[in-house]
């Protein structure tokens, strides 16, 4: 008898996990080291606030990187 799959937990990870020594983020996804650590026994609430605040962290962080991005 097949026994349901638990649900994966969300997640903003996009495979670009370098932690920043200044900033105490991953420069991939805006998460801190214990987030990181921690983010599998967070709730889904928890971890959905916590995302809600990613991409203001990140911008934050790192503000001339869209930028850079953007130019041709």
Do not use: F, N, V
Request: aromatic share 4%.
């Amino acid at each position: 008898m097949d026994q349901p799959h638990a649900a994966k937990p969300s997640s903003p990870c996009t495979k670009l996990c370098i932690l920043d020594a200044a900033t105490g983020l991953c420069e991939g996804c805006g998460r801190t080291r214990d987030e990181i650590g921690r983010w599998g026994s967070l709730s889904e609430a928890k971890r959905q606030a916590i995302m809600a605040t990613l991409g203001y962290r990140l911008r934050a962080a790192y503000p001339l990187r869209d930028k850079a991005l953007a130019k041709p």
